[in-house]
């Protein structure tokens, strides 16, 4: 005969899992509940297409704005204090991989599908891929060339003026949206969202591996890179395209950091091609390895690489894009810096420093 031993559920998660579990499901409940708020409340709110006669593809019945108002931002506040509450998990070092991706998905699904919130930029990105896919060149011509019209109206007035700012890599993004549903504008945002999730989801999958690397907690990063209001807010909820570019980045520095080199600086470049901020981090990869190879004749094949790698990428892209590449005269590059919405608060602080 042979003892049984003592039964316990296999399954049956040891007691610290427990008890982070319940606080774990009731802070993304209430997130969820939070960003469910503001999406039904912005549909009456939020920056809508073709303003002031627009509507979204849902929406509530016309009711009173100032209680819409209030209503608004106490799910605003609901939202922060189930990221709040995660935070609480994670700091405990509890907030596993799989877990903050399940929060990911469940916080972001409402934000999908609902309209614009805090900003009209991803109407101006349909507008600059309208005018590439009409044949002319964004990087000259501004949105106002559309005429009026429920895309112009959508535009905010800051950007129906200036010429597109953006690389040629998702300016070409841009012009297939248009082309391939460009009857109705509530799809084009929606589809333009669905680009920022490749975005998301390169941060999810090298953001951790980065923590680890660097000797973080992934679950903290994750909780502060991905889960944190302000960025679901940027780049679900407003769709705007750092999402896009801080994925590429945030993936080739971790590839970079794990010995594939050319990968990296690919990635770092392709970053580039949608904002051109990212080409700064070229240059910490390209310090990193010239620190790594040392000094000598080495050196000069290490500079040369990082020197070409990138640049040929641009090259690819920008001729295959068939936009030229007016994309990198000064007048394009210092359109985002002229421009200083003081009802950001990151932006207000900037410039009162």
């Known amino acids: 005969m042979v003892a049984k031993a003592d039964a316990s559920p296999v399954d049956e998660p040891p007691p610290k899992d427990r008890q982070s579990g319940i606080p774990l499901v ?13 999406v039904v409340t912005g549909t009456r709110l939020a920056p809508l297409p073709n303003p002031p006669t627009g509507a979204w593809w849902f929406s509530l019945p016309a009711g009173h704005l100032g209680l819409l108002r209030v209503l608004f931002y106490l799910s605003t506040l609901v939202a922060i204090a189930g990221w709040v509450g995660v935070g609480a998990v994670a700091w405990k070092r509890r907030l596993g991989t799989r877990a903050a991706v399940a ?6 699904a409402p934000l999908l599908i609902g309209p614009p919130l805090f900003s009209k930029d991803v109407y101006s990105y349909i507008g600059q891929g309208l005018i590439a896919h009409r044949g002319l060149n964004p990087y000259t011509s501004a949105p106002a060339v559309l005429g009026n019209g429920p895309l112009l109206r959508s535009i905010a007035s800051v950007w129906r003026h200036s010429p597109a700012p953006y690389g040629p890599l998702f300016v070409s993004m841009a012009r297939a949206v248009t ?17 920022e999730i490749t975005g998301m989801a390169l941060i999810v999958v090298f953001l951790p591996r980065l923590a680890k690397r660097l000797g973080a907690d992934a679950g903290i990063a994750l909780w502060l890179g991905v889960l944190s209001p302000l960025v679901l807010l940027s780049f679900m909820a407003s769709g705007h395209n750092d999402c896009l570019m ?40 390209a310090v990193d390895e010239l620190r790594a190879s040392g000094l000598g004749r080495r050196a000069w094949g290490v500079l040369g690489k990082v020197i ?30 002229q421009l200083r919405i003081l009802a950001t608060p990151t932006v207000s602080l900037g410039v009162a420093i």
Request: hydrophobic content about 65%; proline content about 4%; some cysteine.
């Open 308 to 337: 070409a790698v990138p640049a040929a990428t641009a090259l690819a892209v920008t001729l295959a894009s068939g936009l030229g590449w007016k994309w990198l005269e000064p007048m394009n590059l210092r359109i985002p810096a």
């Open 179 to 195: 082309a391939v549903v460009g009857h109705s504008i509530v799809a084009e945002v929606i589809v333009m969202r669905a680009i």
């Open 103 to 108: 929060v990911l998905a469940a916080w972001s």
């Open 26 to 38: 009731l802070s993304a409940a209430a997130g969820l509940a939070g960003y469910g708020g503001m």
């Open 246 to 285: 801080v994925g590429l980045v945030t993936a080739g520095v971790s590839l970079s950091l794990d010995g594939r080199r050319a990968a990296g600086l690919i990635l770092c470049a392709l970053g580039a091609l949608i904002k051109a901020p990212a080409a700064a981090a070229i240059v910490f990869l």
